[in-house]
């Protein structure tokens, strides 16, 4: 006898009348909530939050904000502790030192979650709020694109950590950045494919735009030199799972594995890959985002650390690990150990991340630029950047914000070399840097294994 | 061939976490008539507590009966606390389900606030690889799908054979006539929501388990990948929900196989929106 199937008919059914419509309902409303809340908020490390919109003049004594504009949450969320904990080193420093024109430096975080949408209501309400901007920091290829015409549009001086290859041909005045276009980075990931001797390499990248834009550039220099794609896979970000994937990557036979898939994914994904590959870890090749002690301790958390670091390696631009810049920074930035809201891990991997080291440099450039041409002003102090990273005729060498202050009083001429090494800007305000191979100790500490010749990824270029 | 058996395998797995979800969510929404949307954000905070426990050296699975415990208490504070005064107050069915979205960033923001917004992995051994066929599944995978089995058929047993499960469906259906008919509805619905917010606990760290790595946010898209499970059932019908996890978590995992893997969640919704078209009152729902 076939008894009738138990049914809970919900009275909330017939109010909407068709389940489609209350699924729209639900589906509109999840849609609400993970477009999320975009947040900001002052961190009074080191000097107390500032007033005033920016682009203008501050007031004599206030504090001057440095506005970090970067993912906090999602899935890219481990960038803007990075950068926000450079920040306090940096303006500690600076502040330790008699700060700049009588005002002392605070920073501020800017989340945009990494997305677009986010990332412009963020940065409008930043500079609807905060008083006495002076520099903005961060912007990330996720929200690069963006967030930087508006920042430029409002005559703000910015530091961003993009790769993004628009950037060397749009001449934005008031950008500025300290890292490579992307297609080099995907050069040096394959240069490094080179050095483990891989003939085969599956992609295992996410799809959000900073790690899309590393896969055309990768395949055009895998074909050139000579490697074969075993598999292409792109990740959603937003998925919790990828067995398929991580099966397709596995029946592929690859001998390494190109990725940047930042959040949990990668960390997931490799676990499966191991799982799928009878406790076998096929050796990664990540981007320099990987060097950066959350996603170390994700990937270490699911991989095991020693596995990881033994099967890990990254291109990272090249930084100084000794010598007076790199003594000034480390003092600067882990006299901040603690302090810093949303820092986690092993606080010294943020003296290797990429991001912490340049835009340390970034903060001492706009204010050394500031002390020059004795404004706050980013229209004012702005040309003076150039100026004192490249250098002029009969500049005087110089590796800390301290020691540049102090030179520039005198009336010298400087050229400010911080830990990330000499800067060259470009007429669109770029520096590129040289790559290394970095690799982690089973402590999360970070070690540079190698370096890449800019002559080798010349041999990789399109 | 083998790359499609692996699928479905995963699918299974995906199915299995997807079914303890979706078949709590149906429930909690076809008795209680509220659509709450904080209850991926209740399986996140249950798998960050057992994610607390196994740091502190307890086992993921020794700690399933605390987060248990914990979700069905605090399921049934969040309706006594906060959906019941608003209900009280005559909210729309749609001022609840705003009211479920702030509790939902309120949970999930709390959770990163106190554990950081980076990725945690519990300390659990998968277990060795188990193949069959084209199948690949770790031992811990097969329990999952073992605990879901066990679930579906408990509530299975709940709906058919106990009074609770005759009250449930009683006040699912009409509360002014179970009430009448001398069914105390209020209690009845608090024993729901114990019972659904137990099932989020435990779908929570199955979904850790089996994610093996996860966030704060993660449950953001799984929630939709409930929601979209249970509507494919019908909503409000425990075995619709599990048919509908069963469609979903195939579909997603067999779909990245042979499509972009990045638009698995995609190929997912089409299956969803043509079901729909074809049956707007889902795959099990009573016909409008």
Known sequence: MNTPTPRLTPRFTPRLTRPAAALGAAVLAVAMSACGITSSSSSGGSGGSAGGSGGGSAASGSALTVADVAPFSGVDGSLGPIYLATCYGATSAINAAGGVLGHKLACKSVDTRGEPADAVPAVN???????????????????????????????????????????????????????????????????????????????????????????????????????????????????????????????????????????????????????????????????????????????????????????????????????????????ALLSQQGKVPGSTGNFTTYLSAPGGVHLYDGINLAALAMIMSKSTTPATYAPDIIKIGNGVSGAQLCYSFAACASALKAGHAIRYEGPGGPTNFDSYHGSPGIFQIDTYSPSGQVNVVGNLSAAQLRALAG | MSLFLAAVGFGLVTAAVLAIAAVGFTLQFGVTDVLNLAYGAVMIAGAFLAYVLNQAGLSVWAALPVVIVACSAGSVLLNSRIYTPFKQRGASPITLVIVSLGVTLIIEFGVQALAGGTSVSYNLAQGPTLRAGGLILTAVQIAIIGVSLVVMAGVHVMLRYSKLGKAMRATAANPALARNCGIRTGRVITTTWAITGAMCGLAGVVFGIDAGSFSPTSTDVFLVLILAAVFLGGPGQAYGAMLGAAVIGIATEVSAAFIAADYKYVVAFVVLLLMLGIRPSGLLGARA
């Open chain 1, 125 to 331: 309400q930043m500079f609807a709020s905060t008083s006495n901007l002076a520099l903005v920091i961060g912007c990330t290829s996720d929200e690069a694109a963006s967030v930087v015409p508006i920042i430029n549009g409002r005559k703000m001086v910015s530091f961003c950590m993009t790769g993004q290859s628009e950037f060397a041909h749009v001449h934005y005045p008031y950008f500025y950045r300290l890292v490579p276009p992307d297609l080099e980075e995907a050069y040096a990931m394959v240069a490094i494919a080179q050095h483990l001797h891989a003939k085969r390499v599956a992609l295992a990248f996410g799809n959000d735009i900073g790690s899309q834009t590393f896969v055309a550039p990768a395949l055009s220099a895998l074909k050139k030199a000579g490697i074969t794609v075993a598999t292409n896979q792109t990740l959603d970000l937003k998925a919790t799972t990828f067995r398929t994937e991580a099966s397709a990557i596995v029946q592929s036979h690859p001998d390494a594995i190109l990725t940047e898939a930042l959040g949990s994914a990668d960390p997931t994904l490799l676990a499966e890959i191991k799982q799928l590959n009878n406790g076998k870890v096929i050796p990664i090749i990540g981007t320099s985002a990987a060097i950066s002690p959350a996603f170390f301790k994700s990937a270490a958390a699911a991989l095991g650390a020693s596995t990881f670091a033994a099967n890990f390696h990254a291109d990272n631009l090249v930084t100084e690990s000794s010598g007076p810049a790199y003594a000034a920074f480390s003092k």
